[in-house]
């Protein structure tokens, strides 16, 4: 993978962004709900830069990219997690994948996005249409992957992700997704909440947290303000005992690689191989989907690769 443009002027501010980008885990209520915040404003922007979007374009797959960065924060070890969304709309579908690293990656199916007249607000819904949210969990020790699939019923990524954990794994669940753009349309926040409701919870807890949720400050807003995760819980929910227990990184991070791509070429079809071999075009570019990076293999390159499976051709 190849970063177009690391979030920074200076090495220095990179390195001072990529401290800030983290996820937290939290508990309240004595264990009683579940937490996780994340600062994602470089890992916006550099999937931004990398996917060239415009900023309805960031808007849906950045909010995508912090909802599956919150989602990964119970993963472990190599345990992977992908969201994909199929709709009827303009947007057509999304996948996002993210692992126990905190590494995120993913693509629009279509970009750029047609709009039809000027948006009025941020809501999203006319872009997705009817669809289907399916979210699949690789776990390290299971023997294969688990898919769950509902139906999109609000065509609001965060409150489509809510739906997903009651529906498919009857947890009550609350997302906070928030991009925050300034008036030259630059990304200068970008974050996200999660509250997932245990079995000790009783009814009265979960609605209070229901309505923090929502009643909460835009979390663009306020890391554009370089507020501090830790501090924001404790003022927010301060009443319910916060009690963070681990942070770890959140990073735009793809890791396809020039060699990785050049074992894709050497999987395909002979017939295909050898079409490509005499006709071109030369240099071949082969482009990451879930990064956007591309690849280019020059007419001797390709040569070789079809030698190394037909030497006598």
Known sequence: MIKKKPYGDTLKEQLLAGARDRLYNFLLSDGAIRGVILNGTRMVN??????ELGILETLVLGRAYLGAGLMSSSL??????????DCSGPIK???VEANA???????????????TKPMEDFDLSPFFGAGFLSVTKQLEDAKQPFTGKVMLKYGNIAQDLANYYLISEQIPTAFNLSIKFDKQGRVTGAGGLF??????????????????????????EVFSNDEDPENLIADAFGEYSPRFLASRRIEFMCHCNQ??????LTLLPIEELKDIRDNGPFPLELRCHFCNTVYHFAEKEIRKIYGQRYPNN
């Not at 550099?46 to 996917?51: D, I, K, P, W």
């Not at 060699?259 to 894709?264: A, G, K, P, S």
């Open 195 to 220: 509250l997932q409701v245990l079995p000790q919870a009783d009814d009265e807890l979960t609605a209070g947290m229901e309505k923090r949720v929502t009643d909460l400050a835009s979390l663009g």
């Open 259 to 264: 060699e990785r791509l050049r074992n894709l």
């Open 76 to 85: 472990k070890s190599n345990d992977r997690i992908a969201l994909k969304f």
């Open 93 to 95: 579908g999304l996948v």
């Open 101 to 115: 690293f905190g590494e995120v990656r993913g693509f629009l199916k279509n970009v750029a996005i047609p709009i």
């Open 46 to 51: 550099e999937m931004r830069a990398n996917h």
